[in-house]
């Protein structure tokens, strides 16, 4: 059987890092053509080293020299830069691109990778968040196709599997919670980036373990789910589960609900993706009821954790203005992160740069692009100076 050829954006992060893992445990399915990372050119190394790729791509170019020279005695190609990081997913030898880069970085790699006939495997959510009728346009001009990650959005396309000629009345998008579940905004007010970071049931990297924190984690995949499967926005719930043993749901119009369940295990949706529409055996570790005798299920606090209900209000309103909380969001969490504002502040600053940030109906990718340095401005801005 032929080996599916991957590249992976964003080798060194948590989804990347279990992609690894699961090609590791696939030799004979998978190869690894290119990985590439930002910052982390140890990690890189040692990835590159292993699994020898065609191309690595090291982003900080102040770092290529130290890879260059690592992988010196390996066949490996080494470039450095944004300009290679889009260059080297239209590469021939590539079957499908697993984007796992954090962030609207990956939007404009994702592009070229569509353009160049790749299929996606998509981890990278503000790509459609960003752009998503651009990119969903794109992706049928090129016939491509764009295979979800997301353990809840990967849980909606496996429930839909044989699915295609039954509507859709709403899709179910469930959340943990995260480590505040329950605590109001006085209980909020005084949190630590520690504490933030304790999910309770995933291990992820500390943006998306913030935004799961706060809830934008959710409402990110509330746009990101109108784009992946055509829906309105009154046709997508969010219900917190708090054990993530449900992934997600399905209603049908005939009132039916289909459900995808298992450990909260990131590498099986990447498995999935990769390896579409096959099922590959594993060795994960497999749910048991008995060990779960109580499965829980509530609304979501929108009062108190508002930024789901921004990405709600962003999703009726479209144009650029999922664009601007994004770009806002990213600030947030950064400065979150390094100690310059509060959690609650996080939620000001966004829907703050939303109102500051010039709104346009029909945005194209330039105007993508000038928002997203704009909306930076805007709430950079906000962000006190640290001394």
């Known amino acids: 059987m032929t080996k ?13 890092t279990q992609a690894l893992e699961v ?16 910052d982390n050119a140890d990690l890189l190394i040692k990835q590159a080293a292993t699994f020898l790729p065609r191309e690595v791509v090291i982003g900080n170019k102040t ?29 021939e030898t590539i079957d499908t ?23 996606i495997a998509l981890a ?37 599997a044989g699915e295609s000629e039954n509507k859709i009345e709403k899709i179910i998008l469930t959340a943990s919670g995260g480590p505040f579940r329950g605590k109001d905004r006085t209980f909020l007010s005084s949190v630590t980036k520690q504490q933030a970071l304790k999910h309770p049931n995933w291990a992820m990297g500390a ?26 926005a009154s046709q997508i719930d969010v219900i917190v589960h708090p054990q993530s043993i449900v992934h997600s749901l399905v209603q049908f119009e005939d009132g039916s609900l289909k459900a995808q369940m ?11 993706a990769l390896h579409y529409p096959l099922r590959l055996k594993s060795d994960f570790p497999r749910f048991n009821f008995p060990d779960f005798p109580s499965l829980t299920f509530e609304k979501p606090d929108l009062e108190t954790f508002r930024n789901l209900a921004v990405a709600y209000e962003v999703l009726e309103k479209g144009g650029n203005a999922a664009c601007i909380i994004n770009a806002a969001n990213e600030i947030a969490v950064d400065a979150f992160l390094h100690d310059r504002i509060g959690f609650l502040e996080i939620s000001d600053v966004i829907i703050d740069t939303l109102a500051k940030t010039e709104y346009i109906q029909n945005p194209t990718y330039s105007d993508y692009v000038q928002t997203n340095e704009a909306a930076r401005r805007f709430a950079s801005e906000m962000i006190p100076v640290k001394i």
């Not at 050829?5 to 990347?16: H, Y």
């Not at 090609?23 to 930002?38: C, D, G, R, Y």
């Not at 959510?125 to 959005?153: C, F, Q, R, W």
Request: hydrophobic share 45%; glycine share 8%.
């Open 4 to 16: 599916k050829r991957i590249a992976i954006l964003g080798s060194t992060g948590s989804i990347g």
């Open 23 to 38: 090609i590791a445990a696939n030799p004979e399915t998978f190869s690894v053509e290119v990985l590439t990372a930002q």
């Open 63 to 91: 770092l290529h020299d130290k890879v260059a020279s690592a992988l010196s005695g390996f066949p490996v190609k080494v470039y450095s830069g944004a300009d290679a990081l889009v260059s080297v997913v239209e590469s």
């Open 97 to 119: 691109v697993l984007t796992a880069m954090v962030g609207y970085a990956g939007l404009l790699p994702t592009i070229h990778a569509i353009r160049a006939g790749k299929d």
């Open 124 to 160: 990278n959510k503000e790509t459609l968040v960003v752009a998503g009728e651009l990119i969903m346009n794109l992706a049928k001009e090129y016939k491509i196709n764009i295979y979800p990650v997301d353990s809840e959005h990967s849980a909606i396309f496996q429930c839909l």
């Open 207 to 232: 943006k998306i373990t913030i935004d799961s924190a706060t809830l934008m984690n959710k409402g990110l995949e509330v746009i990101e789910a109108k784009w992946l499967f055509d829906l309105r």
């Open 262 to 272: 298992g450990l909260p295990d990131m590498k099986l949706p990447i498995q999935y």
